[in-house]
């Protein structure tokens, strides 16, 4: 079972290649990311443009780098939500077009279960890949950590699973980002946090962890408040100074001690509630998914409390890419899913889980 999987939910133009669920045939990413980074967010009317004038081209490369034609397209897989309208809508008519013109079934995919999915990718002839050895075993606990979601998921097996909590405000990626902006390190902010907590104190600050009623619900907005607090505080400022000339007032030894303060703090928060589970469910797997899961001090909390050992995908499937969404296809084609008709499949930017 080969199957072809696109994703442009929100500032990727990804498609991916992967056969019986396991095997990575093809990766193909191309961010608009620079394009983003002068306007500090996503834009998504530059998104959708963007994945316009890449899809076809992406969708070339990467059934050149599978060293495949279409005859060894089995199934098309989609993301058809959770995202931007704008930019699901260009993956999904492509897709559309794709199936109807290729004579292929075509699967409808949710972006947050792709996430998960990529742990299943366990082998590869392309260079620069460190997978896991094996598949995740069911029941799983999931922890999924992205620019737009963090969710706690029990997974039983494919297809049956139970949302545990999930945040109520902001996402953690988000808060990454948003941090990033407060204390002046560049779009996005995952990764620039990550680079500047480096040369910083993780204690320098006291930073708080939301007590949430949910038992595994999540809250991050107050935590980005401390951390504007924090940093007023730290240049002598009070409330009222404007966020926007933090950057300029506040030494780089200071922007690293909030980096690292802020960073272990989110981290723990996440970790907090995935150990909870563990010990609730006694699932034989915990897997982390998204784009925060590339963070090495989530990797590093999780591997140090978690009483079982944990492995972690290679950091370029964990940020959004087709091959996730490919991986789940797969396994919706092998155990005979409901196919998703071609002439009339719509996309659902609000899609949960
Ligand atoms: O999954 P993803 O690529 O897109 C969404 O579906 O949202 O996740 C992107 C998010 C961004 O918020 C980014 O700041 C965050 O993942 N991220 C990280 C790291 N790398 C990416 N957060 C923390 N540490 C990282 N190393
Ligand atoms: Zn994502």
Same mark, same amino acid.
């Given at each position: 079972m080969v199957v072809l999987g696109i994703e442009s939910s929100c500032d990727e133009t990804a498609v991916g290649i992967v056969q019986d669920g396991c095997i990575l045939r093809a990766n193909v990413v191309l961010s608009s990311m620079d394009l983003h980074a002068a306007y500090g967010g996503v834009v998504p009317e530059i998104a959708a443009r963007s994945h316009i004038e890449a899809i076809t081209t992406v969708v070339a490369q990467a059934l050149e780098q599978a060293d495949c034609t279409w005859d060894d397209i089995d199934a098309i897989a989609v993301t058809y939500g959770a995202g931007l309208g704008g930019s699901l809508l260009i993956g999904v008519l492509t897709a559309r077009t794709l199936a109807i013109t290729k004579g292929k079934p075509l699967y409808a995919i949710n972006h947050v279960e792709a996430h998960v999915y990529a742990n299943f990718i366990t082998s590869t002839a392309l260079p620069g890949y460190a997978l896991q050895a094996a598949p995740p075993q069911f029941p799983i606990v999931a922890l999924i950590a992205s620019g737009g979601h963090s969710q706690l998921v029990l997974w039983r097996g494919h297809f049956d699973y139970t949302l545990l909590g999930q945040t109520q405000d902001d996402a953690v990626g988000e808060a990454f980002d948003k941090v990033a902006k407060i204390i002046g390190l $560049?779009? $996005?902010?995952g990764p620039s946090v990550e680079k500047k907590a480096k040369e910083g104190n993780a204690h320098a600050y006291a930073l708080p962890k939301a007590k949430m009623d949910g038992k595994y619900d999540f809250s991050f907005s107050g935590l980005k408040t401390a951390v504007l607090r924090a940093a007023q505080n730290a240049i002598g400022e009070d409330f009222r100074f404007a966020s926007k000339n933090l950057p300029e007032r506040l030494s780089e030894a200071q922007k690293a001690d909030i980096a690292a303060s802020f960073q272990r703090v989110a981290v723990e928060t996440v970790v907090d509630k995935a150990i909870r589970a563990f010990e609730e469910f006694g699932p034989a797997s915990v897997v982390i998914a998204g784009g925060v899961a590339a963070s090495p001090e989530l990797r590093r909390q999780l591997s140090e409390r978690l009483p079982i050992p944990i492995t972690y995908t290679d950091f370029k499937l964990c940020t959004d890419n087709g091959a996730m969404v490919a991986a789940l296809g797969c396994y919706q084609a092998m155990r005979g899913q409901p196919v998703a008709d071609p002439y009339t499949l719509d996309i659902a930017p609000n899609l949960s889980m």
């Open positions: $560049p779009y $996005p902010g």
